[in-house]
């Protein structure tokens, strides 16, 4: 069964609800929770392959991508939610239990916190240098953002501009969004 997550977007503050775990609706309904949580570019692949797929083996072979997409979709939409700067936003359980199941490493920051982190190419661990004192840091339970890191990503991590408009990753220079094509 999937569990819900809330995210939030670190720079535009909007909050969305990310999951994890097997996704029933998407074994019910194939992929049609894709398009119901704005997933466009998904739903349309996933569904022209389905039906070519289907066609091809007379529905058997969409039975099975079926299947198999629903133990793997909730864990991409989450994943692509994080490539858009979304970052975890429930409790410390919450977020550690989402972080542990999506793959993804996650430390705490404050505008005083220095950190920085690095990626051991030979061992491809993520290594993290903070300057906070872990006995005086300040322990709470409160919901916090959660910043993660993708664990195995060797992507050099590169300073992004977000749209306005719908909260998606963009590059600094672009005039329109590539997700809503909104004007920058």
């Known amino acids: 069964m999937a569990t ?3 995210m939030k977007h670190k720079d535009t503050g909007i909050m969305k609800d990310g999951y994890y775990g097997f996704s029933w609706t998407t074994f019910f ?3 049609f929770p894709a398009l119901f949580r704005g997933d466009f570019i998904t739903f349309i692949g996933g569904f022209v392959i389905s039906v070519i797929i289907a066609i091809i083996t007379l529905g058997f072979g969409a ?7 629903a133990f793997m979709y909730n864990k991409y939409y989450t994943r ?36 920085e982190t690095t ?8 290594i993290t240098n903070s300057t906070i004192d872990a006995a005086t840091a300040p322990r709470t339970e ?9 664990a195995g990503d060797d992507k050099p991590i590169s300073k992004k501009a977000f749209c306005p408009e719908c909260g998606a ?3 600094p220079d672009h005039a ?5 094509g909104g004007k920058l």
């Not at 039975?63 to 997409?69: G, P, R, S, T, Y």
């Not at 429930?90 to 950190?115: C, P, W, Y």
């Not at 329109?176 to 809503?180: K, N, Q, V, Y």
């Open 29 to 31: 309904f194939n992929f």
């Open 142 to 150: 409160q919901k916090q953002d959660i910043q993660p890191v993708i």
């Open 176 to 180: 329109f969004c590539g997700e809503c």
């Open 80 to 115: 692509r939610l994080f490539e858009q700067g979304y970052a975890l936003a429930g409790s410390e359980g919450d977020n550690a239990l989402a972080a542990s199941a999506l793959g993804v490493v996650t430390f705490r920051t404050t505008a005083a916190d220095k950190i």
């Open 4 to 6: 819900r997550i809330a």
């Open 63 to 69: 039975f099975f991508i079926n299947l198999v997409w």
């Open 169 to 171: 990753a963009i590059e």
């Open 119 to 126: 990626t051991d190419k030979s061992s491809n661990t993520i």
